[in-house]
């Protein structure tokens, strides 16, 4: 079983498929490697695509400590993995908290990201949102630690943007929340108080987002209400940015909605090796109106 080594020398198992331009998949809080399934079984066949569990979900190491987890050393964590594989520069595509690690490791170490998928992104990002956010975090925290996972995850799979995909695929939702009880609850605690409750608000980070120039894609479900403004904002703010809004759609987008997910993410991923995938023109006029004589 393959690990990468991270500076603070915790233990983090990934798992590399198939051949080509590496793509690097980060997984949400409620996931592990394995969410990316749909996803390795459709690139492996054209790209090198590595997958890991982050810090604290096992085989990965469970540092104790609220500490030894972040923002900042989730980044860090990826870069390891890439590290790890021999891999100079990837893809990074990520939801939900695997998004916020694939943004910030395009703002912090442009030169290893290739081009950024950032779904189901924004969640707490919203300024009058960021106290209850927070408070959330650890409300979950807590719960996870006094009811263990196996209790809790029918109960956090079934959140306001969780239960469009029980209600479109409730044998791979089930699957989903099986997988879920599964996860060591300290591991989860501890991501929670200290990634989720602390990782600063993406509309704090506007001046940085205007300045970096990687390729990024935005995905998010047209039903996962707290994302949809961030969403538009990461638009507005990064230059080389599109954003794709799925109908009908919740949180766990990929899940989900896999071969739409899919057909998204491979279009995304030729223009950007095709070099197509450019800012927007600063000095266009969006009033103007095309006529045809």
Do not use: W
């Given at each position: 079983m393959p690990f990468a080594i991270t500076g603070d020398d915790v233990k983090l198992h990934y798992q590399s498929y198939g051949s080509g331009s590496a793509v690097l998949f980060v997984h949400e809080f409620a996931g592990n490697w394995w969410s990316w399934e749909p996803q390795i079984a459709r690139f492996a066949r054209r790209h090198r695509c590595i997958t890991y569990a982050a810090r604290g979900y096992p085989p990965s190491d469970v540092p104790s400590e609220a500490a030894s987890y972040s923002m900042e050393r989730a980044v860090l964590d990826a870069v390891a993995v890439l590290d790890a594989v021999g891999i100079e520069q990837a893809h990074v595509v990520g939801l939900?908290?695997?998004?916020?690690?694939?943004?910030?490791?395009?703002?912090?170490?442009?030169?290893?990201?290739?081009?950024?998928?950032?779904?189901?992104?924004g969640y707490g990002a919203e300024k009058q949102h960021e106290t209850y956010f927070r408070e959330l975090s650890l409300e979950v925290a807590r719960r996870f630690e006094e009811e263990g996972s196996k209790a809790f995850a029918p109960v956090y799979a079934q959140g306001a943007a969780r239960v469009q995909f029980r209600d479109k695929d409730p044998l791979g939702w089930g699957l989903f929340v099986e997988r879920l009880a599964q996860h060591d609850a300290i591991g989860a605690a501890?991501?929670?108080?200290?990634?989720?409750?602390?990782?600063?608000?993406?509309?704090?980070?506007?001046?940085?987002?205007?300045?970096?120039?990687?390729?990024?894609?935005?995905?998010?479900?047209?039903?996962?209400?707290?994302?949809?403004?961030?969403?538009?904002?990461?638009?507005?703010?990064?230059?080389?940015?599109?954003?794709?809004?799925?109908?009908?759609?919740?949180?766990?987008?990929?899940?989900?909605?896999?071969?739409?997910?899919?057909?998204?993410?491979?279009?995304?991923?030729?223009?950007?090796?095709?070099?197509?995938w450019m800012p927007r023109d600063p000095d266009a006029d969006p009033g103007q109106i095309m006529r045809t004589e």
């Open positions: 939900s908290k695997g998004g916020f690690t694939a943004l910030h490791a395009g703002l912090s170490h442009p030169s290893r990201v290739r081009s950024i998928v950032a779904a189901g992104v501890n991501t929670m108080r200290g990634v989720q409750a602390r990782r600063p608000s993406l509309y704090d980070l506007e001046e940085r987002f205007r300045a970096m120039d990687v390729p990024t894609l935005i995905v998010n479900g047209d039903e996962d209400d707290h994302c949809l403004q961030p969403g538009l904002f990461l638009k507005r703010v990064i230059p080389r940015s599109g954003l794709a809004v799925l109908p009908k759609t919740g949180h766990t987008v990929n899940l989900e909605e896999p071969e739409l997910f899919n057909r998204l993410l491979a279009e995304f991923l030729a223009q950007v090796e095709a070099g197509r």
